[in-house]
């Protein structure tokens, strides 16, 4: 393990893989790298060629974390494993972390490409809209120290789990990971912002996003995550959408590595 420090003097924990090409992983909402060995598993599989990075986003794992949360903040951590990286990057985001992967190219960072797996957009009437009060409710379960309800809530209004779903993930061994950087949910409630709301994305937040970007949805996922990453290749202005055989939500790892050794070889 190795850290940088972000400028909030958060210590931002990360391993890498290999000595090429720099390239970072950056998770969705309630995913680190002592329970998520996909940024690991990437890594090893493309070491030949990159020099990979899985870092635990802030608050979460081996990270620290520093008062008060703004989304600006996490952009800075990203901008610091760049730094340490060579001064530019290739970066990768899964769901949510696909949302601030896209902030933080539209706020100028030096990304060489950009791919985006599955943003969670909700832009139709594919499924319930998040709540408007979703972050204000996750802020009172955290504050009121009763981290189980802010990440029953994640599962049920932003992951769109049913409620027998949820319930049966309470009481199982994968509750306790998510548990542990429950208070981190909101956080994500907060780059998601109002793009989860069943309405067209805003067409000016990511205009600036002109790097070769690549979005990514899986072709069993659900409909509404679907047409959430269509959504997304339309705003951004060098974007292209393609769907991976087979995967849903998730992709394992072979899979992901290949997509990412082709797309950074594009002319």
């Not at 599989?45 to 703004?70: I, K, M, N, Q, W």
């Not at 290739?90 to 599955?118: T, Y």
């Not at 208070?183 to 780059?191: C, E, K, L, S, V």
Request: glycine letters at 8%.
């Amino acid at each position: 393990m190795s850290t940088v420090s972000s400028p909030d003097g958060t210590t931002i924990a990360y391993d890498t893989y290999g000595d090429g090409r720099p390239l970072i992983l950056v998770d969705g909402a309630t995913a680190y790298r002592a329970v998520n060995p996909l940024g690991a598993e990437i890594g090893q599989l493309l070491s030949d060629e990159f020099r990979v990075y899985a870092y635990d986003r802030r608050g979460r794992g081996e990270s620290t974390d520093t008062a008060p949360y703004a989304i600006e903040r996490e952009i800075e951590d990203l901008a610091a494993l760049i730094e340490d990286a060579g001064g530019s990057a290739m970066v990768c985001g899964f769901s949510s972390g696909a949302v601030l992967s896209m902030d933080a190219a539209a706020a100028g960072l030096p990304i060489s490409r950009l791919v985006l797996f599955e943003p969670p957009f909700v832009v139709d009437d594919g499924r319930p809209p998040l709540p408007v009060d979703y972050v204000r409710r996750l802020d009172a379960f955290t504050a009121a120290g009763r981290p189980d309800e802010a990440a029953a809530l994640f599962m049920a209004m932003a992951a769109n789990l049913p409620e027998e779903m949820v319930a049966g993930v309470r009481q199982s061994p994968f509750f306790a990971p998510v548990v542990a950087v429950a208070h981190t949910i909101a956080y994500d409630g907060r780059i998601m912002g109002s793009t989860m709301a069943g309405t067209p994305l805003p067409t000016d937040r990511w205009a600036k996003v002109t790097m070769p970007t690549l979005v990514l949805h899986g072709d069993r996922t659900e409909p509404w995550l679907a047409a959430g990453a269509r959504a997304a290749a339309e705003v951004l202005p060098s974007a292209s959408v393609r769907a991976v055989t087979g995967e849903q939500h998730s992709a394992p790892p072979d899979v992901l590595a290949a997509v990412l050794r082709e797309f950074a070889h594009v002319r």
